[in-house]
């Protein structure tokens, strides 16, 4: 099978074929169609995310047909359309993940090839109101987001919530759930495209992050933030607290813009703000997710789709310039 390698930090993606893997007892094999992107992807081929940093197969959102099962899995999968939850060996502490945790496409062969083989608990039904690359570019963006706002942040109808950067996949999706429970939402971005475009998909306002004092502003027009969703971090991570009202709860799950510095500790505890990590999910939350998914009708939105594997580092070189309104899916052919 073809498939998409880091052979090294900092240089081309490279096309290689190599032996199409069996199905152990428990595992699927899935024939790929269609592959999304993740910022994760970008940071690992910059040699700035964790674990190993060459001879992987990137990618962990995937759809695909079963063409095969293990000995020990459920032969009514063969001929199924089924995306997959990344979010591997998460431990039994619905807290946080344990030591054996894992992400796929990082350490485990990833999405970018024409064959995967996982384990049968990991593989589900492709929501029937997806099409397939709406439904390839949900399942890393789902898990996390709906971990961040409903079992971290725990929004609640009626709470005024703040997702920064729109444009990003995690982002867009956070905005679709958030609105879909009740909250009034509100994005920043640095793009007054990007904020029209949210407005359109029912945000009430947006902020453009890169004016002065633009979180006074929001405070101002607001009263401040019940929840603030974020993935950038950075030294703008303190702007964030001051858009937050007394009790609020700030959550993020990256670190796009680096580390967070200046923050001011009277200005937390004073107010009583809660921030809380979140990582990708449990089991059950990838299953919450779909459920909520469904109920709700909530898409995707994708931006663009790459026609071949061979457009892997394509993909990537855009995503990295940061233009996009929605996930980056990749056909695998």
């Known amino acids: 099978m073809k498939a998409v390698f880091l052979v090294d930090t900092n240089v081309p993606l490279t096309i290689k074929e190599v032996q199409t893997p069996e199905p152990g007892a428990s595992q699927i094999l899935i024939k790929l169609e269609y592959s999304a992107l993740n910022h994760r992807d970008v940071w690992i081929q910059?040699?700035?995310?964790?674990?190993?940093?060459?001879g992987l197969i990137l990618g962990s959102d995937g759809l695909g047909t079963v063409v095969k099962v293990g000995s020990e899995a459920d032969q009514n999968w063969i001929g199924k359309k089924v995306i997959i939850n990344p979010s591997h060996d998460w431990g039994d502490d619905p807290a946080a993940f344990g030591n054996d945790f894992k992400i796929l496409g990082n350490p485990e062969?990833?999405?970018f090839a024409e064959y995967i083989a996982v384990d049968e608990k990991y593989v589900h039904l492709k929501p029937t109101h997806l099409t397939d690359e709406e439904a390839a570019a949900l399942p890393l963006a789902g898990v996390t987001t709906y971990r961040a706002l409903f079992v971290r942040a725990a929004v609640k109808s009626g709470e005024k919530v703040l997702v920064t950067g729109i444009g990003a996949g995690t982002a867009l999706l956070a905005l679709q759930y958030a609105l879909a429970a009740g909250a009034e939402v509100y994005v920043t971005s640095s793009s007054q495209e990007k904020i029209?475009?949210?407005?359109e998909l029912g945000a009430t306002a947006g902020f453009n992050y890169k004016e002065e004092n633009w979180f006074q502003t929001a405070k101002e027009e607001t009263g401040g933030f019940h929840v603030i969703v974020d993935s950038a971090s950075g030294k703008g991570f303190g702007n964030l607290i001051e858009a937050a009202r007394p009790g609020g709860r700030i959550v993020f799950f990256g670190g796009t813009d680096g580390v967070i510095g200046n923050i001011v500790p009277n200005k937390i505890f004073w107010r009583n703000i809660s921030i809380l990590g979140t990582t990708m999910g449990t089991m059950q939350d990838f299953k919450?997710?779909?459920?909520?998914?469904?109920k709700h009708n909530i898409k995707p939105i994708v931006d663009k789709v790459f026609g071949t594997l061979a457009e892997a580092q394509d993909a990537l070189d855009y995503m990295h310039e940061?233009?996009?309104f929605g996930k980056i899916v990749l056909t695998n052919v």
């Open 46 to 54: 910059k040699g700035k995310y964790a674990g190993p940093k060459s």
């Open 109 to 111: 062969p990833g999405t």
């Open 196 to 199: 029209d475009r949210a407005i």
């Open 288 to 294: 919450d997710m779909l459920e909520f998914t469904e």
């Open 322 to 324: 940061g233009k996009q």
